[in-house]
T-cell receptor, first 113, second 113 residues
Framework: GGIITQTPKFLIGQEGQKLTLKCQQN?????MYWYRQDSGKGLRLIYY???????QKGDLSEGYDASREKKSSFSLTVTSAQKNEMAVFLC????????????FGPGTRLTVL | QQNVQQSPESLIVPEGARTSLNCTFS?????YFWWYRQHSGKAPKALM?????GEKEEGRFTIHLNKASLHFSLHIRDSQPSDSALYLC?????????????FGEGTQVTVIS
């Protein structure tokens, strides 16, 4: 088995601030994803990466940057935090050999003051 | 762009009843169809998947897929209070290298005893 770790668990920032969320996985999966989940709603894809140093935009990439410097880690930066993007940010990873079943981390809850 | 819709938005069912959840998608080239379950405050977890037309059963859970109708569904037999969760359907049409999924907005299921 494996695990996905997200840090921090809670992130509080000021409006306009640049904020970074981190994700680590030890599944040795090639593909990693960042999603945003507004309260009780579905998941919207922000960025994904199919290998180290690869980045692909999702439907919600505006206002975010991402970085995949190692196979095991994937970071997401909120470039200028806004009050309307308070949500839970979920990281996931998957592997082609397992039909790309996505395994999720516990999430980072973002609050913007 | 893929559009995935779920119905109903929420559902309250008595313990022991059958629960039926629906998902429609817009891209007829879609290849992989998933149901994820998310208990309150937890990470989403893959429940079942189907890749070809027809039906697949795993324990109390059954998926039906009809690609011509752009529709798939999840049925839960003998619903239990532990089945209370947000159910998310997801569709992929990339296959291969990327497991990129488009998620629906979710159906909140509450099983009452």
């Amino acid at each position: 088995g494996g695990i996905i770790t997200q840090t921090p668990k809670f992130l509080i920032g000021q409006e306009g601030q640049k904020l970074t969320l981190k994700c680590q996985q030890n599944f040795n999966h090639d593909t990693m994803y960042w999603y945003r989940q507004d309260s009780g709603k579905g998941l919207r894809l922000i960025y994904y990466s199919i290998t180290e140093n690869d980045l692909q935009k999702g439907d919600l990439s505006e206002g975010y940057d991402a970085s995949r410097e190692k196979k095991s880690s994937f970071s997401l930066t909120v470039t200028s935090a806004q009050k309307n993007e308070m949500a839970v940010f979920l990281c996931a990873s998957s592997d082609r050999d397992r039909g790309h079943e996505q395994y999720f981390g516990p999430g980072t809850r973002l609050t913007v003051l | 762009q893929q559009n995935v819709q779920q119905s109903p938005e929420s559902l309250i069912v008595p313990e022991g009843a059958r629960t039926s959840l629906n998902c429609t998608f817009s891209d007829s080239a879609s290849q992989y169809f998933w149901w994820y379950r998310q208990h309150s405050g937890k990470a989403p977890k893959a429940l079942m998947s189907i890749f070809s037309n027809g039906e697949k059963e795993e324990g109390r859970f059954t998926i039906h897929l009809n690609k011509a109708s752009l529709h798939f569904s999840l049925h839960i037999r003998d619903s239990q209070p532990s089945d209370s969760a947000l159910y998310l359907c997801a569709v992929s049409n990339t296959g291969g290298l990327s497991g990129k999924l488009t998620f629906g907005e979710g159906t909140q299921v509450t099983v009452i005893s």
